[in-house]
């Protein structure tokens, strides 16, 4: 008798698969050391760093909501409308800041409150009236920003709110302040996901819908606590944004959707277990900045970057896609 | 190669002891059958007690009723004597009711350690205490399932034993269980695996906990289990007690034991020139070295319990998957592999087995079904004449008898007997000279089923080659001129209905036939 | 540079990048595709690279704090249409003989009365809008029969024909023939393309259009018979590159500059101007 064993090949391709990304990046990021000699410093670090976060605190939103719904690009969990709760929140703070005059504390209180309604709206759409992600939040995202400009009238608003400008400029032991505070919020949202109860729970659903409700879990809890909590986040971008943009204007969200999904799905092939992870979604933000910054060192036409970042998400994807293949 | 012995020696439940888990006289009813009417259960403590029956002898519908999946129309649950609420999985996990469904339903990319304490973890002021977990997951494996895993490896790294094992820990980690149900487990395992399995099993056995073993396989209940409860009808048709190796015969007979009638239609072949060739065909783990002759005018069955690599190598044929060596012909011309296309191109017709999602497009009416996989025979210039095809499809479906009779009402308010003749009926308008019907009358109700077997006997009459997959044994005798018969991934006998009754048939499928043996 | 969308983007651009060459220097181009965010993170770029100088041409708010981070590692930086406190200098169109001409020019062509559109969606964050479209405000307080219709537009910074015919279409079926005479872009004229495409499709060139910039494209627009684009201010973007330049090059040389070089403009009334003035700026010949 012999029993029919597996054999190797899937192995192979996976291990190719989780190579192929990490390898393009090394070479890229040594490509520009030698080309731009000032590439490889602590001051560009920080710089890159700097450039990362708004990107960073999106990918922590964007993570959880894939996490909690599966990998699956099409049928699992996204949330593609976290950079427009973004800047809806961050344009009725300046609104509220420049045109009605009122304190920060009652604008950031408004423009969080707005964020998290809209990720209340996004997890109803998803769990109670059955939408499948995707969908749903490409539709709110074009909502959202439909009412940003509502708010803005379409126009730039200036703000120096001592707020605004001390997140932007302040430092705290020799950190740039906003990068003090962005770790810490990705410290926390990596220790909710990898390191709680809660996480592993969360965890579960996506990983097997089925296995979470066979382990007693309330799966659609999980499902809209993730679109909640992505809402969140946006709100704490929105801070972010304005204090990069010393203001709010109209037209960002496209580019902070491109780099957010980038850098998450980035994160997953950086990972050990080959999936979408909080911290492999601030990696993810990282890199994607270290490229910006990179490719204009070495005068890579702006043109030119875009299409490079998007032929990235390909292979990003592909390698995924590859690596499911060959999973289970 | 010879079985191999069991390395265990069962531990016999005190004689006559009271039984700690009791369903009694359970009845349910859905529209158009009643799946169980009146069937019990009694298990001991320590005692492993199987249940066998043919499919729809109401196994399944049994087990769901105790998993509260079902809440029954009549009977009750009993556990150490005291009633537990029917209907309510909650109330049924809270009793130490646990399941280890067939399916494995774990993350691949969770550790041993998540896996077995998700939904309990244990948790410290700095998180999930990540190290007692997984040594806490380590002993248990090694206590209570004799098994040495280690707890931080991934279950996509594990092989499909381990992840049994694992599934088990995780049912039983509380410590709360009391009663364990098994549901076909040993179907994806190789033999060595399945030795694994029945070790941690009598593991447990030793600790007192009352298991049920649901299983296909007679050889393992026979070996495995202390008693054996049978089903027919939803009905108990004996209880054997105690069961030994000996009583696989008994076993079947019991299951069996029904008029196959004149359902079938009478048989009338002209055998001609072989049509369909499979020429040492593999693909690992599901099967291997499969070779097949079928010809044109002829009805060739393939037997084989779910898991034996029948729906693979179905799967394989139709061009739904690629076999890993081996060929394909089709009149003597090799067949691309992996491409229903180039399979329908050769006048390949399939059946599928899941006719609701695979087999008819719902939301399209008969007429726009049966015509879809030949459109270029009413269509002009790339145009679909509709009067022409719907005339054509008006055609087949009186011919074919599909009701109602107006094609264009939508596929999905069909009842499943006339799905099928409506998959059936676009097959024929190919002008397909090889059909391959994947459990053609599953879920359908037993006058329709003649109906589709005097359909499948019209089409080998008009010189078709008719190749029928299917798990009903019976009606493979019936229907086929010879039967082909899977177990574990191999071809193990090949019989035909002159010579064979369904007591052998079945023995053969379930590996409970001494002559015929396992796979060697 | 804060993209390289359009003539005035271009031309500033080349003319800077030539002039440096020419001068004899290196140059690290960087462009941020009409997205003022970009622009702003592209200044990381020079700060890693520790260029010499900085020209930065155009930008919102967003890039003050870069300014202020190359200030302080050393690097000088210069500005193209944008006032900074961290800059050396400044060079720009002489924006107060813009706002005031183009707003008398306005008036002109409404005959001192009528109901006139304000495309206006910078004038709060770029300081040489403000200056251009509250100066042309300024002329027209003093033609009380003129009104300016509230509320403003907003057009887009990027991709803003398309975007402005959009707004235009929608602006019109909102104001029925009779009841508007002029659509003004205060501040530059990508815009005013499609407003004037807008205007032809609905036949509603009764409506008279004036903007800012006179590049090749729009005094073509201008020089059509019977065009409703009627007055525009040129302005010579190659030549506020390259003076741009030039200021770099005398403050190595240690000269003193001013805080603010301004290049003359060239008013545009009317079809015969704008060829007249489109063979002077060197773009060819129009019929």
């Not at chain 1, 909501?65 to 599966?70: D, E, L, N, Q, S």
């Not at chain 2, 069961?243 to 001609?272: C, E, F, Q, T």
Request: with cysteine; charged share 20%.
């Amino acid at each position: 008798m012999s029993a029919i064993l597996a054999i190797g090949r899937p192995q192979l391709k996976s291990a190719f698969a989780s190579v192929v990304p990490l390898a393009i990046f090394l070479a890229l990021l040594g490509y520009f050391g030698l080309r731009a000699p000032g590439f490889l410093e602590p001051a560009t670090l920080i710089l890159i760093l700097k450039q990362a976060i708004p990107t960073a605190v999106l990918g922590l939103g964007l993570s959880i909501v894939v996490i909690a719904g599966g990998d699956d690009v099409v049928a699992g969990g996204i949330d593609l409308s976290v950079p427009s709760i973004a800047v809806l929140s961050a344009a009725i703070i300046a609104d509220q800041l420049a045109n009605h005059g009122s304190a920060a504390v009652t604008a950031v209180a408004l423009g969080f409150a707005a964020a998290i309604a809209a990720g209340a709206a996004n997890a109803l759409l998803v769990t109670r009236v059955g939408m499948t992600p995707l969908l749903a939040t490409l539709a709110t995202s074009t909502a959202y920003i439909g009412l940003s400009k509502v708010v803005t009238a379409n126009r730039r608003i200036d703000l120096s709110d001592p707020l605004i400008v001390t997140l932007r400029d302040g430092s705290i032991l020799g950190l740039p302040l906003g990068l003090a505070i962005a770790t810490g919020l990705a410290v926390t949202a990596h220790f909710a996901v990898h390191r709680s109860r809660w996480g592993l729970r969360l965890q579960a659903v996506g990983g097997n819908r089925d296995a979470a409700e066979i382990a007693g879990l309330k799966v659609r809890r999980f499902l809209a606590q993730s679109f909640l909590i992505a809402g969140a986040f946006g709100g704490a971008a929105s801070l972010f944004v304005l204090a990069r943009g010393s203001g709010s204007t109209p037209g960002v969200a496209e580019t902070l959707l491109m780099e957010t999904v980038l850098a998450t799905f980035l994160g997953a092939a950086f990972s050990p277990r080959r999936v979408v992870t909080v911290w492999g979604a601030v990696l993810g933000a990282i890199l994607v900045s270290a490229l910006s910054i990179g490719f204009g060192s070495v005068g890579v036409d702006v043109f030119w970057t875009g299409c490079i970042k998007g032929g990235l998400i390909l292979i990003v994807v592909a390698a995924s896609a590859l690596a499911r293949r060959s999973g289970t | 190669m010879t079985a191999p012995v069991l390395p265990l020696t069962p531990v016999s439940p005190p004689a006559g002891a009271s039984d700690f888990l009791v369903l009694e006289a359970i009845s349910k009813g859905f529209p158009g059958v009643q799946a169980l009417d009146g069937a019990g259960l009694g298990v001991r403590a320590g005692e492993i007690h199987g249940v066998v029956g043919e499919n729809g002898a109401g196994k399944s519908t049994l087990i769901k009723v105790l998993a509260g999946v079902y809440r029954p129309d009549a009977g009750r649950i009993l556990l150490n004597g005291a009633e537990i609420e029917t209907g309510s999985p909650d109330a049924v996990q809270a009793a130490g009711v646990r399941f280890i469904h067939q399916e494995l339903n774990l993350v691949p990319h969770f550790t041993v350690a998540e896996t077995i304490f998700l939904g309990q973890e244990l948790s410290g002021p700095f998180g999930l205490r990540t190290g007692a977990m997984r040594r806490a997951a380590e002993a248990f494996l090694k206590d209570s399932l004799d098994a040495a895993i280690a707890g931080n490896r991934l279950i996509a790294d594990l092989g499909i034993a381990e992840r049994k094992l694992v599934q088990i820990a995780r049912a039983l980690i509380d410590g709360k269980a009391r009663v364990v149900v098994f549901d076909e487990p040993t179907a994806p395992l190789s033999h060595t695996e399945i030795e694994h399995l029945f070790r941690a099993i009598d593991a447990l056995a030793r600790r007192g906990i009352a298991m049920i073993y649901v299983s296909h396989y007679l050889s393992e209940i026979t070996r495995i289990c202390h008693r054996v409860s049978v089903l027919r009808n939803g009905r108990n048709v004996g209880l054997v007690d105690p069961v030994g190796p000996d009583d696989a015969d008994r076993l079947i007979s019991l299951m069996v034991g029904r008029d196959i009638g004149d359902l079938y239609p009478k048989r009338n072949h002209a055998a001609a020139a072989p049509w369909l060739k499979l020429t040492s065909l593999s693909q690992s783990p599901h099967y291997a070295d499969v070779d097949l002759e079928l010809r044109r005018g002829e009805i060739v069955g393939l037997a084989g319990l779910i898991g034996s690599g029948r729906e693979e190598l179905v799967d394989t044929i139709v061009g739904l998957a690629r076999p890993a060596s081996g060929s394909i012909s089709i009149d003597g011309r090799p067949l691309r592999s992996g491409s229903t296309a180039a399979a329908a191109g050769r006048g390949l017709a399939h059946v599928p087995r899941d006719r609701r999602n695979d087999g008819l497009v719902l939301a399209m009416n008969v007429a726009d079904n049966i015509n879809l996989a030949s459109l270029e025979a009413v269509s002009t210039g790339g145009f679909v004449r509709r009067g022409a095809a719907t005339t054509r499809a008006q055609q087949s479906a009186e011919a074919l008898d599909i009701r109602p009779k107006t094609v264009s009402t939508a596929a999905r308010l069909l009842s499943g007997g006339n799905q099928q003749k409506v998959v059936l009926a676009r097959g024929l308008a190919t002008g397909a000279s090889l059909f391959v019907l994947d459990e053609p009358t599953i879920g359908v109700d037993v006058g329709a089923k003649a109906e589709i077997y005097a359909l499948i006997e019209r089409l080998a009459a008009e010189g078709a080659a008719v190749l029928v997959s299917s798990s009903d044994p019976a009606e493979l005798l019936g229907l086929c001129d010879r039967i082909l018969v899977l177990l574990r991934g191999r071809i193990v006998a090949e019989v035909t209905p002159e010579t064979t009754d369904l007591d052998r048939l079945v023995a053969l499928t379930t590996g409970g036939d001494a002559a015929g043996g396992i796979a060697a | 540079m804060v993209g390289t969308q359009h003539f005035w983007d271009r031309e500033a651009f080349n003319g800077a990048v030539d002039k440096v060459k020419e001068l004899g220097g290196e140059v690290l181009p960087v462009d941020g595709g009409r997205d003022n965010q970009v622009h702003a993170d592209n200044h990381d770029i020079f700060l890693t690279n520790k260029v010499d100088a900085v020209i930065s041409i155009l930008g919102d708010a967003a890039v003050e704090p870069k300014f202020k981070a190359l200030q302080e590692k050393g690097i000088p930086v210069f500005t193209v249409d944008h006032l900074s406190p961290y800059a050396i200098n400044n060079t720009t169109s002489d924006n107060y003989y813009i706002g005031t001409t183009i707003g008398r020019y306005l008036a002109d062509s409404l005959g001192g009365k009528g109901k006139v559109a304000f495309f206006n969606a910078f004038e709060g964050s770029l300081r040489i809008c403000g200056i251009r479209a509250q100066l042309a405000k300024y002329v027209l307080k003093d033609y009380p029969g003129i009104e300016i219709v509230q509320p403003e537009l907003a057009e887009a910074f990027a991709n803003a024909p398309e975007d402005a015919r959009k707004k235009t279409l929608d602006l019109l079926t909102q104001y029925p023939k009779g009841t508007l005479d002029a659509i003004h872009v205060a501040c530059w004229d990508q815009p005013a393309i499609g407003v004037v495409q807008a205007l032809e499709e609905t036949g509603r060139t009764e409506i008279k259009v004036t903007a800012v910039d006179a590049g090749p494209d729009t005094l073509e627009i201008i020089a059509e018979k019977d065009s409703p684009f009627v007055a525009n201010i040129a302005q010579q973007p190659r030549k506020i590159g390259s003076t741009s330049a030039e200021n770099v090059a005398k403050y190595f040389a240690g000269q003193k500059l001013l805080p603010q070089t301004f290049v003359d403009v060239i008013p545009v009334k009317g079809a015969e101007e704008a060829k007249k003035v489109y063979a002077e700026l060197g773009y060819g010949k129009l019929n």
